[in-house]
T-cell receptor, first 115, second 113 residues
Framework: QQQVKQSPQSLIVQKGGISIINCAYE??????FPWYQQFPGKGPALLIA?????SEKKEGRFTISFNKSAKQFSLHIMDSQPGDSATYFC??????????????FGKGTKLSVIP | EAQVTQNPRYLITVTGKKLTVTCSQN?????MSWYRQDPGLGLRQIYY???????DKGDVPEGYKVSRKEKRNFPLILESPSPNQTSLYFC????????????FGPGTRLTVL
C-alpha cells in the first residue's frame, strides 16, 4: 500500500517556466513533509520541508504548498533552470515511538528543464 | 568533511553468497537508515535505527539484516542474496531532533546473478 502518491512521473519544462510536482497522502499521523532532490549518480539531498501547521514555505525559487484538509502538498519551482533537472521525491514522516520515526517516499518525478 | 560513506560502491555477486554493505557516518548522528531505490518504485525503507543496539523494520525488510553495534556504523547484511535484491542501496543518517534532515550516502549498486 503506497502511502504517498506522487505525480507526474516525469515532467518537461522550458527554461524560465514553473515546475509543479504534486503529492497526496492518506495517513493523517504524518507530521513532517520534506522534498528531496537527486542528481544522477548521487544520493538524495534535502531541498525543502514543511510541517502540517504551515500552508506554505518558500526558499528562493522553491515553494511548498500544503493543504491539510485535502491531504495534499506540492512543490513549485519558479523560473526553472537546466540545473534543476533532477529527480524529485516527496516524503512524509511518521513517528513510530519515543524518538523514533519512519520516512516514506513517493515514487519520484524526473524533471527535465530544456533551454 | 561531514559525510556518509558506503562500501562497496558497486558489487556483482551470485545468488546465495552472503554479503555485507558497510555504512559509516562522521556526524555523530543517532538515526541511521537503509533504503533501496528501484525504477518506478522510488525509495523504500529497509531498516532503521534510532540508536546503538536499537533497530526497526522498515517497509521492505525481508531478506535483509542489520546491526548497530557502534553509533557511527550501520552495516546491511544479505545472508542469501537473490536476484530480486538487485537494486541501488542508500544509507542515510540524521540527528535525533525534530524535523532534522537525512544525509544520504553515495549509494551502492548491487547486482545479484
Amino acid at each position: 500500500q503506497q502511502q504517498v502518491k506522487q505525480s507526474p512521473q516525469s515532467l518537461i519544462v522550458q527554461k524560465g517556466g514553473i515546475s509543479i510536482i504534486n503529492c497526496a497522502y492518506e495517513n493523517t499521523a504524518f507530521d513532517y513533509f520534506p522534498w528531496y532532490q537527486q542528481f544522477p549518480g548521487k544520493g538524495p539531498a534535502l531541498l525543502i520541508a514543511i510541517r502540517p501547521d504551515v500552508s506554505e514555505k518558500k526558499e528562493g525559487r522553491f515553494t511548498i504548498s500544503f493543504n491539510k484538509s485535502a491531504k495534499q502538498f506540492s512543490l513549485h519551482i519558479m523560473d526553472s533552470q537546466p540545473g534543476d533537472s533532477a529527480t524529485y521525491f516527496c516524503a512524509a514522516r511518521l513517528k513510530t515511538g519515543a524518538g523514533s520515526y519512519q520516512l516514506t517516499f513517493g515514487k519520484g518525478t524526473k524533471l527535465s528543464v530544456i533551454p | 568533511e561531514a559525510q556518509v560513506t558506503q562500501n562497496p560502491r558497486y558489487l556483482i555477486t551470485v545468488t546465495g553468497k552472503k554479503l555485507t554493505v558497510t555504512c559509516s557516518q562522521n556526524m555523530n548522528h543517532e538515526y541511521m537508515s537503509w533504503y533501496r531505490q528501484d525504477p518506478g518504485l522510488g525509495l523504500r525503507q529497509i531498516y532503521y535505527s534510532m540508536n546503538v543496539e536499537v533497530t526497526d523494520k522498515g517497509d521492505v525488510p525481508e531478506g535483509y539484516k542489520v546491526s548497530r553495534k557502534e553509533k557511527r556504523n550501520f552495516p546491511l547484511i544479505l545472508e542469501s542474496p537473490s536476484p530480486n535484491q538487485t537494486s541501488l542501496y542508500f544509507c542515510a543518517s540524521s540527528a535525533r531532533s525534530s524535523y532534522n534532515e537525512q544525509f544520504f550516502g553515495p549509494g551502492t549498486r548491487l547486482t545479484v546473478l
